[in-house]
């Protein structure tokens, strides 16, 4: 089995900061794309941010210049480094990983793992 769980939100007044993690663990063979996700209240889930697994970057129009996403492959984990938070940022960040199990090496064929979500409160 594979999981995907994310870490460090939390209750941040506006300008401060606050680093996600996302970790994947179990059968894995390869992770292919990860991305950060947020879903605020009674909106939709948008996109924040993606990495490849050679390092090129894409970002929300909303987040350049103030997020940061990395990742280190040796520990199947990611980061979101945000700085200069805005009441706006707040909402329900999740974790999503393109990852090939073992089992299916043969085939190529990733799967999509969403993480649980970790809340993210940006008020003074």
């Known amino acids: 089995q594979v999981q995907v769980v994310e870490s460090g939100g939390g209750l941040v007044q506006p300008g401060g900061s606050l680093r996600l993690s996302c970790t994947a663990s179990?059968?894995?063979?390869?992770?292919?794309?990860m991305g950060w996700y947020r879903q605020a209240p009674g909106k939709q889930r948008e996109l924040v941010a993606t990495?490849?697994?050679?390092?090129?970057?894409n970002y929300a129009d909303s987040v350049k210049g103030r997020f940061t996403i990395s990742r280190d492959n040796a520990k199947n984990t990611m980061y979101l480094q945000m700085n200069s938070l805005k009441p706006e940022d707040t909402a329900v960040y999740y974790c999503?990983?393109?990852?090939?199990?073992?089992?299916?090496?043969?085939?190529?064929?990733?799967?999509?793992?969403w993480g649980q979500g970790t809340q993210v409160t940006v008020s003074s």
């Open positions: 990495i490849t697994s050679g390092g090129s970057t």
């Open positions: 179990g059968s894995i063979f390869s992770i292919n794309t």
């Open positions: 999503n990983a393109a990852i090939l199990r073992w089992a299916d090496r043969g085939t190529g064929r990733s799967r999509d793992y």
